[in-house]
């Protein structure tokens, strides 16, 4: 669970501080006003709990979500909300303050004599809140929940859930089990026997092998339970908060003046308040010293980017040990949907795209900043996951094809198989193994994405830890390499082109060019990837070229040798600039990819910030500085909400985790590249004005510290030895 702190503090040791270096200590986030609503709320969080914390007409409140509490119908339920209401209203005086001390990450509220820290412990699901008050006073606490009763889900929420616009008619989001006692109270939800998974399996044609497929969410039991010493429980109340009625289970203490409220979302044994403060420091402590980036800079906008990052960092640090990923639409601190959209009027546990629904192309976004930041460990939910859909996987191409490999769909469900919505409804004759869905037919390449991740990170663990992971680059090439020869096959054509290569027909570039032969995204996959394994053959021979064309006498990446409609708004002509590396800056042709940045008519049309948009990452990629300072500072710009790096819904939902993802990664690429000989490439598409030092990492198990100051660059460049 430590290895990161562990690995970090080896790194430390190679790289000791200097006599006249200080810690890095990033600022904290302080507010002197109380919230109008949980929109301006801030998060908290660690291990695989996060929180939205906010202060309201002299009430604490705060949500609390752990990743993996997935129901029936694979919606990601929060545990609950909580409220502390505390007499003589003290957080109405002026002296009130919530501040999120990024340093220990916890939050601290405090006014009217009234002190109170919040934090989730970094090993174990639990949740502390310690209230301290000078003079005794009266105070409830309230565990509100609106699954106090069984709550028909309607068409328009569909999307919070795997049916999306296939809701049934009875499909409920069926009530919790809320056990209240002295001073303890438990909620658990269990999930019936059948669920989504099985309308999936009936609707995607696999009920000859449902018994060999992995299910997730049958009979699932999410428990929790709150422990108040002090208060004594008083009994039930009614209301209703943003539009969605409650219950509230109260608890009295008349004496606060020194209790700990506990919140633990398992049934281990609980960790002392004083333990967890404690190890919990140490970790965010480490966790900020793993990577940096620190500017010298008055520049407002520069500021603003990089602190951006700091809190996406923070966030995203909140899951680093959960089962399950942080999710790309809303992490792990969504907040009531109407304040998002106004027509959303549902519960809290609504969010746009799905709960236990993963799509790849945004999800990726989230986790590729952690290769460079040096935060491994925060990647291994994702990959875990990757690993226990992998047999599912296999299966779909077995089952449906008759071919090895794994088979990851973009739309993808926490068991491995397609979304059953996007699915849709086939026909006799119909390939049964493919999506009945315009934007997501034949897209399969995103998973190699993820397998690229556990190239790049493996290095820098020096047992085989990892090794289980190569298996998420092995099965999805050789999905590619089996699957498309078959389908030539099946169509009594050569597997060959007439260049001995395998032809990707019918492909999918992205979700946007359809019916593609030769997508160059899937291209610079299988190149990339096939320049680490042999499995496609040693030498790229049995990989398609790059196709290229040219625009106004200039050569350019094509977005594949030929396609029959346009469908979405992305670019994989330039995903041979990222994710795959192949065109950049000090790599071969980068006139190439900068024609096609510049000159491709559809990368200029659909050229953005907005969401999961990555213009800001090819331009810094391709050293285009005056581009990259533009796009990542607006990529990176303060979102709508109080905490400024809850970002707008996008095209998914808020806070938007992929929007902050993509101005991660474009900052970082910003500041230190590799070229085609693996030789660090410093502050490639950074403004030489803007004074910066930063700590990131690159292959070849080097930890990279540089500083840009007044135009002169120097740095540090270590290798680290396995322990």
């Known amino acids: 669970m430590l290895r990161t702190a562990a690995l970090v503090l080896a790194v430390m040791m190679c790289v000791p501080l200097s006599a006249d270096k200080k810690p890095y200590m990033p600022k904290d986030v302080v507010w002197t006003t109380q919230s109008r609503n949980s929109s301006e709320s801030m998060p908290c969080g660690g291990h695989d709990i ?16 752990q990743s993996g509490w997935f ?70 606490l309230s565990y509100e929940s609106w699954r106090y009763r069984d709550r028909p889900v309607t068409k328009a929420e569909g999307q919070q859930c795997s049916y999306k616009w296939t809701v049934p008619k009875d499909c409920v989001t069926y009530a919790d089990s809320i056990e209240p006692d002295d001073y ?124 951006n990052y700091e809190l996406m960092r923070y966030m995203l640090g909140c899951n680093a040990y959960g089962e399950w990923p942080t999710k790309f639409n809303g992490g792990l601190f969504t907040f009531d949907p109407v304040f998002v959209d106004s027509t ?137 390499a089996e699957h498309y020869t078959w389908e030539a096959r099946r169509r009594g054509l050569s597997w060959q082109d007439r260049h001995d290569t395998l032809v990707i027909f019918p492909g999918s570039g992205c979700e946007t060019y359809k019916m593609a032969r030769n997508p160059s995204s899937t291209v610079a996959a299988l190149k990339a990837l096939n320049s680490d394994l042999t499995l496609l053959g040693s030498d790229c021979s049995y990989v398609p070229r790059i196709p290229l064309c040219v625009i106004d006498g200039d050569t350019c990446i094509a977005p594949a040798e030929s396609w029959e409609r346009i469908q979405n708004t992305e670019v994989p002509q330039l995903y041979p600039v990222f994710p795959w590396r192949i065109y950049g800056v000090g790599r ?37 500085t005056d581009e990259a300072r533009r796009l990542n500072t607006e990529k990176l710009s303060d979102g709508p909400y109080r905490f400024t790096a809850f970002y707008d819904a996008g095209f998914d939902w808020a806070p938007d985790h992929n929007r902050g993802g993509a101005g991660m990664i474009g900052l970082q690429e910003m500041l230190v590249q590799e070229d085609a000989d693996n030789n660090p490439v410093l502050f490639p598409a950074w403004p030489r004005d803007w004074d910066c030092s930063f700590r990131l990492y690159i292959s070849g198990r080097r930890c990279i510290e540089a500083t840009l100051k007044n135009g002169v660059i120097t740095y540090t460049e270590d290798g680290i030895s396995p322990e």
Not at 408 to 436: C, M, R, T, W
């Open 50 to 65: 996060g929180m939205n914390i906010w202060v309201e007409q002299g009430d604490l409140l705060f949500y609390v979500q």
């Open 71 to 140: 129901d029936e119908n694979n919606t990601l339920l929060k545990a609950g909300r909580w409220r502390l209401h505390i007499d003589g209203d003290p957080f109405g005086r002026s002296d009130f303050e919530q501040r999120l001390c990024l340093e220990d990450g916890a939050v601290y509220v405090k006014g009217g004599g009234v002190k109170v820290r919040i934090w989730a412990d970094v090993q174990e699901p639990v949740v502390f809140a310690a209230i301290v008050s000078q003079h005794s006073r009266r105070a409830v």
């Open 588 to 624: 071969p042709h980068l006139n190439i990819a900068r024609n096609t940045y510049y000159k491709d008519p559809h990368a200029l049309e659909m050229r953005s910030t907005k969401g999961w948009k990555q213009d800001n990452i090819w331009a810094a990629c391709l050293g285009l």
């Open 184 to 307: 303890w109270l438990t909620f658990t939800h269990k999930n019936r026997e059948k669920t989504v998974f099985d309308y999936t399996v009936e609707r995607e044609h696999l009920e000859s092998i449902k018994d060999s497929l992995y299910n997730p969410i049958g009979s699932l039991l999410n428990y929790g339970e709150m422990m108040a010493p002090g208060f004594r429980y008083t009994g039930t109340t009614d209301g209703t908060y943003a539009g969605t009625d409650y219950r509230s289970w109260n608890y009295v203490c008349d004496g606060l003046k020194d209790n700990v409220v506990r919140i633990r979302l398992n049934q281990l044994p609980l960790v002392t308040a004083e333990e967890s403060q404690r190890r919990s420091d140490n970790w965010w402590y480490i966790y900020w010293q793993t990577s940096y980036i620190q500017l010298g800079t008055k520049d407002k906008a520069a500021q603003t980017m990089v602190r």
């Open 344 to 480: 959303a009027t549902f519960t809290p546990d609504y969010r746009k795209w799905g709960g236990g629904t993963m799509t790849a192309q945004n999800q990726r976004l989230v986790y590729w900043p952690m290769v460079k930041s040096g935060d491994w460990d925060l990647l291994l939910p994702q990959l875990d996951t990757y690993l226990r859909m992998m047999p599912n996987a296999k299966l779909w191409s077995r089952h449906h094809w008759g071919h090895g490999g794994a088979c990851f769909s973009e739309q993808i469900e926490n068991s491995g198989l397609p979304n059953p919505a996007e699915y849709g409804k086939h026909k006799e004759g119909d390939d049964l193994g493919v999506e009945k869905n315009k934007w997501l037919e034949y897209e399969w390449d995103t998973a190699l994405e993820f397998g690229k991740m556990v190239l790049d990170i493996m290095p820098w663990y020096p047992d085989t830890t990892l090794e289980k992971y190569r298996a998420l680059v092995e099965e999805p090439l050789r999905f590619f």
